[in-house]
């Protein structure tokens, strides 16, 4: 009897037995995927963190660096992207990034005043109006969510995102939140920056 158990278990366990190329072919491929997710993932997050970095530090002509060469940048006081929001080519960038020239950015939420002024004020007091280098880093996702269209994703199809989000306070029922939002694209091998946008509670 036990001779027979013997023999019908290993019967049982040839029948089951599995081909390991087959087996292993889609791990790898699927290890493969996420690996290639991962590593774009680490580029843009890397880029986001050299960004604030800049930004914090006030060094703005560094920004140029990170700027598409052919599309140059484009600037959204919220997260509802215009063709009439303020762009720069990378040339004119360079230009005006440390000079006093005023230019009109857009209008203020709720005031409806026009937003005019330099290209490093703007940096100052309303693109980093907040220590965005505490904040929370969502790739490819938006956190921050209020009463305003965020149309980021339809204005660029084709772009990676990165918000830095900071959560609002007990204070003011969490309506204080605030986040800026990095838009990259891609060329050949390297990811360069299309668009910067804040966004937050609007009335």
Do not use: R
Not at 14 to 27: E, H, M, Q, W
Not at 132 to 143: G, L, M, P, V
């Amino acid at each position: 009897m036990k001779i027979n158990a013997v023999i019908f278990l290993a019967i049982i366990m040839g029948c089951n037995k599995v081909d390991p190329n087959t087996a292993i072919i889609p791990k790898v491929k699927t290890e493969h995927l996420a690996e290639d997710e991962n590593s774009e993932e680490k580029t843009i997050i890397n880029l986001n963190n050299e960004i604030i970095d800049v930004l914090k530090n006030k060094d703005y002509t560094k920004l140029s660096n990170y700027i598409h060469p052919e599309k140059g940048i484009h600037f959204s006081m919220y997260s509802f992207v215009s063709d009439n929001d303020k762009s720069f080519s990378k040339a004119d960038f360079e230009k005006y990034v440390d000079s006093d020239e005023k230019f009109t950015f857009g209008h203020k939420d709720g005031s409806g005043a026009i937003y005019i002024v330099s290209l490093k004020d703007y940096f100052k007091d309303w693109v980093f109006k907040k220590d965005f280098s505490k904040a929370k880093i969502n790739y490819a996702n938006f956190e921050g969510k209020g009463n305003s269209l965020n149309n980021i994703k339809e204005k660029y199809p084709n772009a990676v995102t990165v918000e830095n989000y900071l959560a609002g306070t007990v204070e003011y029922s969490y309506m204080d939140w605030n986040s800026l939002i990095f838009i990259f694209e891609k060329i050949d091998d390297q990811y360069y920056l299309v668009s910067m946008a804040n966004n937050q509670w609007t009335v």
